[in-house]
């Protein structure tokens, strides 16, 4: 077992997403983790890893592309 701490995306491709892109594999992830906890428990997971990942909050919209 290595001692290097992971410090980007593990995924291909990952550091080249646009910050857009890199939300919406946030959101993605925090729905798959985090679904059956509540909106307001998934918008503070989202929230911290927004922060922990440096993606940047997005102006409103309809929420779908």
Request: proline share 2%; hydrophobic share 25%; charged share 35%.
């Amino acid at each position: 077992m290595s001692d290097n701490e992971q410090t980007e995306p593990v995924m291909d491709g990952a550091t080249e997403a646009t910050n857009h892109e890199k939300l919406q594999g946030l959101i993605e992830q925090v729905d798959h983790d985090h679904g059956d906890e509540g909106a307001g428990a998934m918008a503070d997971h989202l929230r911290d890893r927004m922060d922990e990942t440096g993606v940047e909050a997005e102006e409103g919209g309809d929420g779908e592309d």
